[in-house]
């Protein structure tokens, strides 16, 4: 039988951005499907059955959790930009720039997908990694094989990872051993993978389809007019690519694209720019380009690992702008180019990047908040990914995903320490600053434990 699980103690979630929510003495119910059917904001221990009983649910039909000194609950992390393929050559090629980094070490890399015994191996690591992480809904590339990106979507679905999956578009400026042969080829097999995740999922209560024309370089016009014309006829499908990454793809870009003035005219001309885009990077945004993005409510994949490290340019993108306009961010760990997956690091980073540019801009850019990275990593996620409604935070009617948190430094290796005197709120920016994977007790995906 299906029962519900009941959790008491601390949870920490955004309501917004630098609206961090702490709640010490905090009681959820989740239903046997993996939605949160009560919350309630302060209860004692002590008055927890009673309040059970009080819904009507008796002892067999649930399993209570009491959470102890240094552990909580925190919403799942939310990775809107990465490249499953690219798990296995993480933090190679580091420092070189995009278009030399792609031919050198990534396309080479990709290639091996075209057998599905290989993807089947990186990419049960590649989730299962993820998982450990905390990452409950991940935004992937998959290499430009339909049928890896199928066995991708199966896993993510198997092993109960919320996540968009994508074959990656790419018919020119690739190897020729590594891109699709047609235009046609690329639209049947992205057509043939959109078919494959609504039989396996039909409702997509987890793992959907994302459109994901690599980026404008590797498309000719007749693959990003065929990818805008299925998105204009499944409005709801997601679209993600790589935008205003580095000077180098942006100046490449322009040459091939010489009627337009910027990536924003490019991939909205090609119908590629809707409220459920995903736009990595966006290290340089003009004015312009700020006020377009914003009226087509696009979302924005902040990756300041990669940034920095591989083909970004070496740039801290212009976030505190974007959250001054209210527009959708969320963060990204790139992992292959950025050398990381944890969403941890990226966080850590965000901040990093952020004081660098508060730096640049003489201060006109405020750096983030330890509370404003946490919010990018979730509720800001969601919302990039437009699953704000189902999770990102703890309410009523949310799906369940979330994370329990010790942050316990009895056992050896664990990073982060509590102290007598610390608040909830010490405990919890300790744990962002220091801790890693291992104070990550359990993950929950929809009620569903994913990692134990
Ligand atoms: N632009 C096109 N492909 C890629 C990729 O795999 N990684 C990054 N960082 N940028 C890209
Ligand atoms: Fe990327």
């Known amino acids: 039988m299906a029962r519900y699980q009941v959790f008491h103690g601390p949870l920490i979630h955004c309501l917004g951005l630098?609206?961090?929510?702490?709640?010490?003495?905090?009681?959820?119910?989740?239903n046997p499907d993996g939605v949160i059917s009560g919350l309630v904001k302060s209860i004692p221990r002590q008055s927890v059955q009673q309040h059970l009983t009080s819904l009507g649910l008796s002892e067999p039909q649930y399993d209570v959790y009491f959470l102890e000194r240094g552990q909580f609950l925190i919403p799942g992390f939310v990775d809107t930009h990465n490249h499953a393929p690219q798990w296995a050559q993480r933090g190679l090629g580091q420092s070189m720039h995009i278009l030399d980094w792609l031919d050198k070490v990534t396309f080479p890399n990709e290639a091996r997908f075209r057998d599905p015994d290989y993807a089947r191996r990186v990419y049960a690591s590649c989730v299962d990694g993820f998982l450990q992480q905390g990452i409950t809904t991940a935004s992937y590339y998959g290499s430009m094989h339909a049928e890896a990106t199928k066995?991708?979507?199966d896993l993510c679905l198997e092993k109960g990872q919320r996540a968009f999956v994508g074959k990656c578009n790419m018919n020119r400026n690739a190897p020729g051993y590594y891109r699709d042969a047609t235009v046609e080829s690329s639209l049947s097999d992205t057509r043939d993978c959109i078919a494959h995740m609504r039989n396996i999922d039909p409702e997509g209560k987890l793992v959907k389809y994302v459109l994901t024309p690599r980026f404008a370089i590797t498309c000719e016009d007749a693959l990003l007019e065929g990818l805008g014309k299925i998105a204009k006829s499944d409005p709801d499908i997601a679209i993600q690519t790589h935008f205003n990454e580095a000077e180098q793809e942006m100046s490449f870009t322009k040459t091939l694209f010489p009627t337009f003035d910027n990536e924003v005219d490019l991939y909205n001309h090609f119908g590629l720019l809707t409220k459920r885009s995903i736009l990595a990077h966006c290290c340089y945004v003009s004015e312009y380009e700020l006020g377009r993005l914003k009226d087509l409510d696009c979302g924005i994949a902040h990756c300041p690992v990669s940034n920095m490290t591989v083909g970004g340019g070496f740039m801290a993108a212009p976030v505190r702008t974007f959250l001054q306009r209210d527009m959708k961010v969320g963060l990204g760990t790139d992992s292959g180019g950025g050398f990381s997956s944890s969403i941890l690091d990226a966080m850590r980073q965000a901040?990093?990047?952020?004081?660098a540019r508060e730096v640049m801009s003489h201060g006109k850019d405020k750096?983030?908040?330890?509370?404003?990275i946490f919010y990018l990593a979730t509720l800001g996620g969601a919302r990039v990914c437009c699953l704000d409604e189902k999770i990102g935070s703890f309410a009523t009617g949310k799906e369940f995903d979330a994370l329990l948190i010790d942050s316990e430094s009895s056992r050896p290796g664990i990073m982060t320490m509590v102290e007598e005197q610390d608040?909830?709120?010490?405990?919890?920016?300790k744990f962002i600053m220091t801790g890693d994977d291992r104070n990550i007790k359990k993950v929950f995906v929809r009620g569903r434990q994913v990692k134990s």
């Open 351 to 355: 901040l990093v990047a952020s004081n």
């Open 18 to 30: 630098d609206q961090l929510e702490i709640i010490e003495n905090g009681l959820i119910v989740v």
């Open 151 to 153: 066995i991708l979507a």
């Open 367 to 372: 750096g983030l908040s330890i509370d404003e």
């Open 423 to 429: 608040t909830m709120k010490t405990i919890f920016d």
